[in-house]
């Protein structure tokens, strides 16, 4: 039973209220993924510690930094597909987050919380991953790094210690001529988590892979990449033809789960479809 | 033309902003809140309840067994049909949700966390999800006392089936199969119960007033005038609020406690409340090579879930609907249902239709296909007409099939174009078409009453869902009496003043409440001419019915206040009555007789995109179809045509109730997908096909006459558009891409 709720003004006082609660605490910022927990029984904190009241610097607000973007955690869904910093330089990330259940989840659900919540099934940690963001943690013994694709471990499993709130998102600013995209296949109802979630990002020079990012989400614990596959695509053509060797070499490595919006078989069939069709939207992108 | 019949119904803003009264909203000064203890387990013996650790949790007031509800030292059980179903689980629970203790509090919140420390010890026993399996004789027993798990089989013999299919030039037989699925009204089940003496007063979400009065009394072993059922407007049903579910116990928790009781479902308890019926339907068909029908051999096999509800007469009604709307001159149909440790089974809208539509429908364009006949063309040719024998034996009349199969494909033809097709889709239409008896015998009563005021109140059993049953009925009333609808209003379901309904479902309110409506207020309107004629000193039958009173010989005009007034009355009653008589337990031992009053005829148009590489669904544009008979509101018509479609989407393409172990996997709308706005059709049309002028019109329900061709005719686009056969629901995208597969495998 939830006996204590507890709304602090910044990071520090969700800290140590964080701190004060041990296991029987839980951050909860936009509540979308943490209600439903609750009420399916999954979870039974007693104490809450909402952020909605947290007004600090590093938790909200996007802005350029030098040549990276900050992202404050409790920024929701909504306002990050919205900005137009992202939208311009990381619109894959844009896409994954516009795509994220429907508006009212995203006008609640914010980007840390997504993160911590490390839910497969969901679109905005694919993007993440290949735009190289990183996460800034913080606790009451100081604050430290942790690359988005290190961060989730497995499923609903984070590298997160206890008593750490992820505070901001950065990432960094892709180099010039970079088009990121992120495509987002359901196989359901419209409102559902991805089936699969594949982000791209390309960067093609004189009509060969300059550089070339494919996070496939929502297929497996944590979201996927396979810098080799990656590698022996670069300096290759930048044609249909490599992007079907990039989506075979995928759909051979991924070892996919089974799950109520697909059985392995048939993730593996469409990780092949929706990597093709993710590089060749970036590639097109990207030429223009 | 009455104004109000292209309106909206006068409170549609109110009701989908919740600002009406809803059952949901009420309360009871001093009520205590209870929460069922469900079983964890699918089949087990309960050892032991053990309630000590939740009396004592803050603010629990008490926790209640079986035992403690007993009468007599009975425990207490109820069903609308057979009493099978325990009030609260005594010996053994038979399914994964089947209430064994109820926790009462000060709060909802406190009852809920109370019911985890209810400590309960089962000993598992085998259980059985799959009815297949439940048939066998090895399949664990749920009730010794019925000594099976079948819990009905209706048979139809009509012809001879096996000869005729033997001398058919071709025959097909398939198997098609239907999964349950969940009805998600938006308010959940919700019931209150408050005790005057040895009076109870049940205020509750319900599509049956009188049903749960009679099944309440029954429960708790009363006469039936010690109970009375109130409703308010309700919040969506589907045929989830027409069998009786925690009426019984909400009332006996009630009753042992002393205090009035609320009970409120949660969602994932709705899931465990009622479900549909999955179906395994194995359909054989003689044709001859013109595509002529000549036999139909259906064997149907229902999932009753744990307990009985009104399982074994709708098993009768699947038999009666099993042939579809085609002129079968030999038909053999066996419909069983039998019980299985799974979510008690009821009427879903559609209900024992869909299952059986989606075989017959999706079967006949396969036919089609191998005789190289067009699928419209194949119905023309065997369609029910005006004269012709249902396999039941009755001569069917006020048939329509015709007029409804031009009006789906010239209205779809019609509707603007979707956008274009893009490069590794398919494209194709598909058309199906519905027959559905409606619940015979019922019958439904009212009391239509005139006030001093001269405005009118109808006093009826029938309840309002949204669907505008009251709003019809106001406009059949206003039209009878002559009298504008803003002086008709229609007093929220009360068994204590409004006489009997049979229940408000099966498509029968339109035209069984709208006949005793008419009815009344004829009666009424007799009762006042011989009112006005003493009066006025002249004789009834020199007085002409006029906007709201009567005129005179004179042209005098004298008003229904006036007739009061003069006649020293503050009210006058006029008392409806319909009945019908026949039905489902009048058919003789295969099954003939007159099995439905008359017969709800539609059928739906669609056109949809197949994406070839990921095997994904979209239905671009729907256009349905049924016979209203005298439709009294065009715009309710073609709501509930257009909303038939847009709910048949769901066990189409997404809805299906998943067990794994006898657990429901996914009792959550997170899990269980339902179509959200972004899944409804680009474009939506549809026609309501009327008697003809001269004969009896009479005013049909529409309410679910677009659901269960949905599936067959998005099946058969999808079949038009790349050559493969769906056979089980729902047609998911990863279901679609290996049958893509299959036949690209098959092909040299």
Not at chain 1, 19 to 24: M, P, Y
Not at chain 2, 343 to 358: D, E, K, N
Request: proline letters at 7%; a negative charge; glycine letters at 10%.
């Amino acid at each position: 039973m939830i006996g204590e709720f507890h709304r602090p003004g910044d990071l520090a006082g969700a800290l140590e209220a964080l701190a004060d609660a041990g296991d029987e605490g839980k951050i909860i910022a936009g509540g979308t993924a943490l209600v439903l927990m609750i009420e399916q029984g999954l979870v039974a904190p007693s104490v809450l510690i909402s952020l909605d009241r947290v007004r600090d610097p590093m938790f909200s607000g996007v802005e350029l930094v030098g040549r990276t973007i900050r992202i404050g955690g409790g920024e929701t869904l909504a306002a990050v597909a919205a900005h137009p910093l992202v939208r311009q330089a990381l619109p894959g990330l844009a896409e994954a987050c516009r795509r994220v259940g429907n508006v009212r989840i995203r006008n609640r659900a914010t980007l840390a919380g997504n993160l911590a919540e490390s839910d497969y099934a969901s679109d905005p940690p694919a993007a993440l991953v290949a735009h190289r963001a990183t996460c800034r943690v913080v606790s009451l013994d100081g604050e430290r790094s942790v690359p988005v694709e290190r961060l989730i471990t497995g499923f609903y499993e984070n590298a997160l210690h206890e008593g750490e709130i992820i505070a901001e998102i950065l990432v960094p600013v892709p180099e010039a001529g970079t088009r990121s995209t992120y495509v987002k296949y359901i196989s359901r109802s419209s409102e559902d988590r991805p089936c699969v979630g594949v982000a791209a990002s390309l960067r093609t020079t004189g009509g060969t892979v300059a550089d070339i990012r494919v996070v496939v989400g929502a297929v497996a614990g944590t979201p996927q990449i396979f810098p080799d596959v990656l590698a022996a695509a670069t300096a290759q053509a930048a044609t249909p033809s490599t992007w079907k060797a990039v989506a075979a070499g995928y759909a051979e490595l991924v070892e996919p789960l089974d799950d109520a919006r697909g059985s392995a078989w048939y993730r593996t069939r469409l990780i092949d479809v929706m990597i093709r069709r993710a590089l060749a939207e970036a590639a097109e992108k990207s030429s223009r | 033309m009455n104004q109000s019949n292209t309106a909206r119904m006068s409170d549609a803003r109110a009701r989908v902003t919740g600002r009406l009264p809803f059952v949901l909203n009420e309360r009871i000064p001093g009520m205590l809140h209870a929460a069922l203890v469900r079983s964890p387990v699918p089949h087990a013996e309960i050892r032991s309840v053990d309630t000590e650790a939740a009396t004592a949790s803050p603010g629990v007031v008490a926790v209640l067994t079986a035992e403690d509800l007993a009468a007599g030292g009975e425990p207490l059980v109820f069903g609308d049909a057979r009493q099978d179903q325990p009030v609260l689980a005594h010996d053994r629970v038979r399914y994964v949700g089947d209430p064994v203790a109820v926790v009462l509090a000060e709060t909802r919140r406190a009852a809920i966390e109370a019911c985890s420390l209810v400590d309960v010890d089962y000993a598992d026993l085998p259980h059985v999800v799959d009815p297949q399996e439940s048939v066998s004789d090895r399949a664990p027993l749920l009730h010794a006392a019925h000594g099976t798990n079948v819990l009905a089989t209706w048979t139809l013999r009509h012809g001879d089936a096996e000869t005729a299919m033997a001398g058919a030039d071709r025959c097909y037989e398939d198997t098609y199969v239907s999964p349950s699925a969940s009805h998600v009204p938006m308010e959940p089940h919700v019931a209150l119960a408050r005790w005057t003496g040895g009076d109870v007063e049940v205020v509750t979400s319900t599509q049956a007033p009188h049903v749960v009065k009679e099944t309440v009394a029954r429960a708790l072993r009363l006469p039936g005038e010690r109970v009375r059922v109130r409703c308010r407007n309700v919040g969506g049903a589907y045929g989830a609020k027409v069998v009786t579910t925690i009426e019984p116990v909400v009332a006996a928790a009630a009753r042992a406690v002393g205090r009035p009781v609320r009970l409120e479902l949660s969602r994932a308890e709705e899931f465990h409340t009622v479900c549909k019926h999955a179906a395994r339907v194995r359909i054989r068909t003689g044709v001859r090579a013109d595509g002529r029908i000549v036999a139909r051999v259906v064997d149907v096999l229902w999932n009753a879930g744990a307990y009985a509800t009104n399982s074994a007469d709708a098993a009768g009604y699947g038999m009666v609907r099993a042939p579809g709307p085609y002129n079968v001159p030999n038909v053999s149909v066996t419909s069983t249902t039998a019980y299985t440790n799974t979510v008690p089974s009821g009427p879903f809208r559609g209900a024992m239709t869909s299952q059986l539509c989606w075989a017959y429908e999706s079967q006949l364009d396969d036919i089609a296909a191998d005789l190289g006949i067009d699928p419209v063309e194949i119905r023309r040719v065997n369609l029910l007409r005006d004269g012709d024998r249902y396999p039941t034996g009755e001569v069917m009349k006020d048939l329509h099939y015709d007029e409804i199969l031009d009006a789906v494909t010239s209205g779809l033809a019609d509707l603007p174009p979707a956008p274009p097709r893009r490069p590794g889709h398919a494209r194709a239409t598909g058309v199906a078409l519905v027959i559905k008896s409606t619940q015979t015998p019922s019958r439904s009563e009212c009391v239509l009453r005139l006030d001093a005021d001269g405005g009118a109140e109808l006093l009826t059993g029938s309840v309002e869902i949204g669907q505008g049953a009251h709003a019809t009925m106001r406009t059949l009333a206003a039209q009878a009496l002559g009298l504008p609808e803003c002086r008709v209003s229609v007093r929220p379901p009360d068994t204590a003043v409004a006489p009997y309904d049979s229940l408000t479902a099966s498509s029968r309110t339109t035209f069984a409440m709208g006949a005793a409506v008419e009815d009344a207020a004829a009666r009424l309107r007799e009762k006042l001419r011989g009112l006005a004629a003493t009066a006025l000193g002249t004789d009834p039958s020199r007085l002409q019915d006029a906007p709201g009173g009567f005129s005179g010989p004179d042209a005098s005009r004298v008003t229904y206040e006036e007739i009061l007034r003069r006649s020293g009355l503050d009210h006058c009653e006029g008392h409806g009555r319909w009945a019908s008589t026949g039905g489902l337990n009048s058919l003789d031992a295969d099954g003939q007789g007159s099995a439905s009053t008359h017969w709800h005829q539609g059928g739906v148009a669609v056109e949809v995109d197949v994406e070839r590489e990921t095997g994904k669904v979209r239905v671009l544009r729907a256009y349905g179809a049924s016979f209203s008979g005298r439709t009294v509101s065009p715009v309710r018509v073609s709501q509930q045509n257009n909303g038939g479609m847009i709910f048949g989407l769901g066990p189409a393409l997404f809805e299906e109730l998943v067990y794994e172990d006898g657990q429901i996997v996914n009792p959550n709308l997170s899990d269980y997908m339902i179509p959200s706005v972004l899944d409804m059709p680009i474009l939506l049309g549809d026609s309501a096909i009327e008697s003809p002028p001269g004969g009896p019109r009479e005013p049909h329900g529409v309410g679910e006459t677009t659901v269960p061709p949905m599936a067959p005719a998005i099946g058969n686009a999808i079949r038009a558009a790349c050559g493969i056969r769906i056979r089980e629901l729902p047609m998911t995208p990863e279901r679609v891409l290996r049958t893509l597969d299959q036949e690209a495998g098959s092909q040299p």
